[in-house]
């Protein structure tokens, strides 16, 4: 069993950064693919990015390529996702999820989930 929990959320102003962290205990980290999920209010969860097990495959959902970039530190069980040039439409809640199953684009493959993390973005 894999735990997850993210931080780093808040309220930003459109053209502002944010850097969230999704810190995970209780399995052995480096053996999951990770992926940040977000839930904007009325939408359905969708994949913005996703990192190798790794870390050296990568993918961007293009609505958030060149301003977003996912990083992964295994020495410290932990992942990133730096959010830059941040846009009104980048508002919803952010999730971290871990996946046994490869670098997987839909939320099934995800076994184990954060409880999110609300980025505001004001424009």
């Known amino acids: 069993q894999v735990q997850v929990a993210e931080s780093g959320g808040g309220l930003v102003q459109a053209g502002g950064s944010l850097r969230l962290s999704c810190a995970a205990s209780g399995g052995t980290f480096g053996r999951y693919v990770m992926g940040w999920f977000r839930q904007a209010p009325g939408k359905q969860r969708e994949l913005v990015a996703a990192i190798s097990a790794g870390g050296l495959r990568i993918y961007s959902s293009d609505s958030v390529k060149g301003r977003f970039t996912i990083t992964r530190s295994n020495a410290k069980n932990t992942v990133y996702l730096q959010m830059n040039s941040l846009k009104a439409e980048d508002t919803a809640v952010y999730y971290c999820?871990?996946?046994?199953?490869?670098?997987?684009?839909?939320?099934?493959?995800?076994?184990?989930w954060g409880q999110g993390t609300q980025v505001t973005v004001s424009s």
């Open positions: 999820a871990a996946s046994g199953s490869g670098l997987q684009r839909t939320e099934q493959f995800y076994d184990y």
